[in-house]
T-cell receptor, first 111, second 106 residues
Framework: EAAVTQSPRNKVAVTGGKVTLSCNQT?????MYWYRQDTGHGLRLIHY???????EKGDIPDGYKASRPSQENFSLILELATPSQTSVYFC??????????FGPGTRLTVL | GQQVQQSPTSLVLQEGENAELQCNFS?????MQWFYQRPGGSLISVFY???GTKQSGRLTSTTVIKERRSSLHISSSQITDSGTYLC????????FGSGTQLTVMP
């Protein structure tokens, strides 16, 4: 089974601070995704990538940047964190959009 | 508005009871997928169901494309079935519903 790991698993940040969430996958999948999950909204797509060096905007990209420096790693960057970005963030990878393997999630609290 | 609506929002059952979860789509549907999320955990796909009925153990998924709806039936529920069940519409991306939180009590 695909292995997707995320770090950190929990993070408390201050408003205005920079936050970087990291994701690593070991199955050589081309596609990687970042979602956030909030009560009442399910999972919403923030950014995705088709391979090293590529990043694309999803449905809710405002306030977030993404970086895909290698096939294995995909980062989500909050340059100026705000309390509205308090959420649970999931990374996923897959060969197709229909076969996504999800990481364990990162719980981010912005105070 | 939300493209994928799930009901009920939450459900509490006694062990052994059956559960019926619903998913309705406001736009045209090609295919959909059901996911299970462990409490506080990651998501795993449980069904890809383009249309018709699929069964896997105690889980049965029925999707009616023309009516833009899908259901997930869990028979003889177990405590380990507790968690959140999400449906997703397949397009160029996965569009998720907000989920049904299932709690199975002993």
């Amino acid at each position: 089974e695909a292995a997707v790991t995320q770090s950190p698993r929990n993070k408390v940040a201050v408003t205005g601070g920079k936050v970087t969430l990291s994701c690593n996958q070991t199955n050589n999948h081309n596609n990687m995704y970042w979602y956030r999950q909030d009560t009442g909204h399910g999972l919403r797509l923030i950014h995705y990538s088709y391979g090293a060096g590529s990043t694309e905007k999803g449905d809710i990209p405002d306030g977030y940047k993404a970086s895909r420096p290698s096939q294995e790693n995909f980062s989500l960057i909050l340059e100026l964190a705000t309390p509205s970005q308090t959420s649970v963030y999931f990374c996923a990878s897959g060969e197709t959009v229909y076969e996504q393997y999800f990481g364990p999630g990162t719980r981010l609290t912005v105070l | 508005g939300q493209q994928v609506q799930q009901s009920p929002t939450s459900l509490v059952l006694q062990e052994g009871e059956n559960a019926e979860l619903q998913c309705n789509f406001s736009t045209s549907l090609n295919s959909m997928q059901w996911f299970y999320q462990r409490p506080g955990g990651s998501l795993i796909s449980v069904f890809y169901n383009p249309s018709g009925t699929k069964q896997s153990g105690r889980l049965t998924s029925t999707t009616v494309i023309k009516e833009r709806r899908s259901s997930l039936h869990i028979s003889s529920s177990q405590i380990t079935d507790s968690g959140t069940y999400l449906c997703a519409r397949r397009s160029w991306q996965l569009i998720f519903g907000s989920g049904t939180q299932l709690t199975v009590m002993p």
